[in-house]
């Protein structure tokens, strides 16, 4: 049980009260809401006096505050949690929004996951006007073939060719006094390996075989083979799937004020895929869809944003991918909920249909 459960436990119906129409009214307008406009949506008659001692007792424990020049409140962070949790109706998927979504994935007719993936994205900003994240699928295709091509003396290309067609292109930096002899006694030796493994399998396979005949491969071409795999570790593997579209929309977002180059920061992150483990950590949570707060989610602390995600499965039932609606902390939840969740599903039995 987190703290803002206990104290939700710990309130009585009045104060329930006043602090759920503090944070709707909050969620709705961006506005600090007094107690003037209180008394007149509480069920019982109460003075405004008897509101702002209320309100007083729900800031001194922490879920609410008061901004510097108004005499409103405001939620905290803590208390948009304890309203997510103890508070939130999730309402059905408005038909409009699903009719958005269908129309804006049944638009185009490209064969691969990428182009629909894209689709994905600009559905759910234009849908809920924010932004969206979109972790694609990995590829994990059984290999067939592996070549190495120097570009320059510290520039090379790994060509991954997949057992379907798929092929990938990753650029990386040789280890140094590489020739095409190393370069190509270092493909020989793992095309002898990878043959029917994905990936993930190969790469096991591979760093056993380098283990157990160090003395038979050459130095320069064990180098080679171990700076290749060190591509497929990189995480830039995995950051290169992540799809960000309508950062104008937070940009342009009013209230944000102060908080706009924040809301830069995060973007440039993205953009640089720094700390995009954190988003890929949220795919293996289980499924169902998940809210972070400001900075309950260490990519999005500091812009002081929050975030709506929920993982997609395979026909398998596997986790393969997520998708996730970024917006301000007054994100109107009970909405974007139900349309992250029904894209979610969309984008599994989508994907599940062309494999």
């Keep these: 049980m987190n703290e803002a459960t206990k104290l939700l436990e710990e309130l009585n119906d009045r104060s329930r009260?006043?602090?759920?129409?503090?944070?709707?009214?909050?969620?709705?307008?961006?506005?600090?809401?007094?107690?003037?406009?209180?008394?007149?949506?509480?069920?019982?008659?109460?003075?405004?006096?008897?509101?702002?001692?209320?309100?007083?007792?729900?800031?001194?424990?922490?879920?609410?505050?008061?901004?510097?020049?108004?005499?409103?409140?405001?939620?905290?962070?803590?208390?948009?949690?304890?309203?997510?949790?103890?508070?939130?109706e999730v309402r059905n998927l408005n038909p409009s929004d699903r009719d958005m979504i269908d129309a804006t994935l049944s638009s185009g007719n490209d064969k691969d996951v990428g182009g629909?993936?894209?689709?994905?994205?600009?559905?759910?900003?234009?849908?809920?006007?924010?932004?969206?994240?979109?972790?694609?699928?990995?590829?994990?295709?059984?290999?067939?073939?592996?070549?190495?091509?120097?570009?320059?003396?510290?520039?090379?290309?790994?060509v991954l060719v997949m057992a379907d067609g798929h092929v990938e292109n990753r650029l990386f930096t040789p280890p140094p006094g590489q020739t095409p002899s190393s370069m190509r006694e270092a493909a020989n030796f793992l095309n002898t390996l990878i043959e029917g493994r994905t990936l993930s399998e190969a790469r096991e396979v591979i760093q056993r075989e380098i283990a157990a005949r160090r003395q038979e491969i050459d130095s320069l071409a064990r180098a080679m083979v171990e700076s290749g795999l060190a591509v497929w570790d990189d995480s830039e593997g995995d950051s290169a799937r992540l799809i960000v579209r309508g950062r104008s929309n937070l940009l342009a977002e009013e209230g944000y004020g102060d908080e706009l180059e924040r809301i830069r920061t995060l973007f440039d992150d993205l953009e640089r895929k720094r700390d995009i483990e954190?988003?890929?950590?949220?795919?293996?949570?289980?499924e169902g869809v998940r809210i972070f707060i400001g900075s309950e989610n260490k990519l999005f602390s500091l812009s002081g944003s929050s975030l709506v995600v929920s993982p997609y499965m395979n026909a398998d039932r596997k986790i393969i991918g997520a998708v996730g609606v970024i917006g301000p902390t007054r994100l109107n939840y009970g909405r974007i909920v139900p349309i992250v969740d029904y894209t979610a599903q969309l984008v599994g039995k989508l994907i599940s249909d062309r494999s």
Aim: proline share 4%; charged share 25%; net charge negative.
């Design 17 to 88: 009260e006043v602090f759920r129409l503090v944070v709707e009214s909050y969620l709705d307008s961006g506005d600090p809401v007094g107690s003037r406009t209180l008394a007149r949506s509480l069920s019982e008659k109460v003075s405004a006096a008897t509101i702002r001692n209320v309100m007083q007792d729900l800031e001194y424990l922490g879920l609410l505050d008061s901004p510097h020049v108004s005499a409103g409140r405001v939620p905290t962070q803590m208390g948009l949690r304890m309203f997510v949790d103890g508070f939130l």
């Design 116 to 158: 629909l993936l894209d689709r994905v994205g600009a559905a759910l900003s234009g849908v809920t006007h924010g932004a969206s994240l979109v972790l694609s699928p990995k590829h994990e295709a059984e290999l067939r073939h592996i070549e190495f091509v120097s570009l320059a003396p510290d520039r090379a290309l790994v």
């Design 278 to 286: 954190q988003f890929l950590d949220l795919t293996e949570e289980g």
